[in-house]
């Protein structure tokens, strides 16, 4: 492992609501602000630009293709346009009709995205039955999409190793982080658990650790950097729960978190309006790898 401490966490931003699925991308760390439907561009200074509308109210998030196009998750998947107009970038509605949340496109181009694949009204009653009916759909280069992985117990962040080998996903109701192996053709296999920690949003760094926002772990705040298998390298506490984190900056050693006080599942147009998000950042030894 390398050598190093974490640095100290400062504030980057704040003032605003539910921020979630930060990018590092030309310079910048892009972030989704759900209830403002805003997707906002901050740089190392914490001058921040709104980029243009999100997917919806809550429960999207945006990434890029190869060729630079953004693609912006919701009700469904779309494209933007150099003209800022937006198309429907592949039909996912055969594999479910409840909208999609997080996005990962990989190094050969495929993009993945997952839904909870039930209404976000039922949140209390879906944790308590244990049911995990979440998906994953594939996103090929051709606009094709279909159904990769089921039966997933919430699913959040997602995250490709390097070698475009491996697929982590934080699997928030069952505290874990869940990985895949991936196909040349993109398909998902040999299901296993990679690490019993509560995960949301994800990140690699190069020596194949994890960062993680673990919401309310151990009964605090924290955010864990992760070995394979669940040995915890690196801890960070904040002050409120994070809900993603992501290496960026010039060399890829800040990690920036996104964190808000949290009001329950039934109270967020409370989060939402309290305007209690931040990004926060702290310097780190290992730099970012794989996707996003």
């Not at 310079?27 to 439907?37: P, T, V, Y």
């Not at 937006?86 to 055969?94: I, P, Q, S």
């Not at 594939?138 to 159904?147: G, I, K, M, Y």
Request: proline share 3%.
């Amino acid at each position: 492992m390398a050598d190093g401490p974490v640095s100290e966490t400062r504030v980057l931003l704040d003032g605003f609501g539910m921020g979630e699925s930060p990018r590092w991308h030309e310079g910048r760390l892009w972030f989704s602000i759900w209830g403002a439907n805003e997707i906002v561009a901050v740089d190392l200074e914490g001058h921040r630009e709104v980029m243009g509308a999100g997917g919806g109210r809550s429960g999207w998030a945006v990434n890029w293709l190869r060729d630079g196009h953004m693609l912006v998750t919701g009700g469904e998947l779309l494209r933007v346009e150099p003209d800022g107009s937006r198309v429907r970038h592949a039909d996912l509605r055969h594999i479910s009709r409840f909208g999609w949340s997080e996005i990962t496109v990989d190094g050969r181009g495929n993009a993945y995205v997952n839904s909870l694949n039930f209404d976000f009204a039922d949140f209390t009653e879906v944790l308590a039955s244990g049911k995990a009916p979440g998906k994953i759909a594939l996103v090929t280069a051709d606009s094709t999409a279909r159904e990769v992985a089921d039966g997933l117990a919430f699913p959040n962040g997602m995250a490709v190793t390097p070698d475009n080998g491996t697929l982590i996903i934080a699997e928030s109701f069952a505290a874990r982080l869940t990985a895949f192996d991936i196909a040349a053709d993109g398909s998902l296999s040999n299901r296993r658990v990679w690490a019993d920690v509560t995960g949301d949003g994800i990140c690699i760094d190069a020596e194949g650790a994890v960062w993680c926002s673990a919401v309310g772990a151990d009964g605090r705040n924290v955010v864990l950097r992760v070995r394979e298998g669940g040995e915890v390298l690196d801890r960070i506490e904040v002050d409120r729960p994070c809900y993603a984190c992501m290496l960026g900056g010039d060399d890829g050693r800040t990690l920036f978190m996104v964190v808000a006080q949290w009001f329950g599942p039934d109270r967020m147009d409370e989060l939402i309006e309290a305007k209690t998000g931040q990004i926060l950042t702290a310097r780190v030894a290992v730099p970012h790898a794989g996707w996003p």
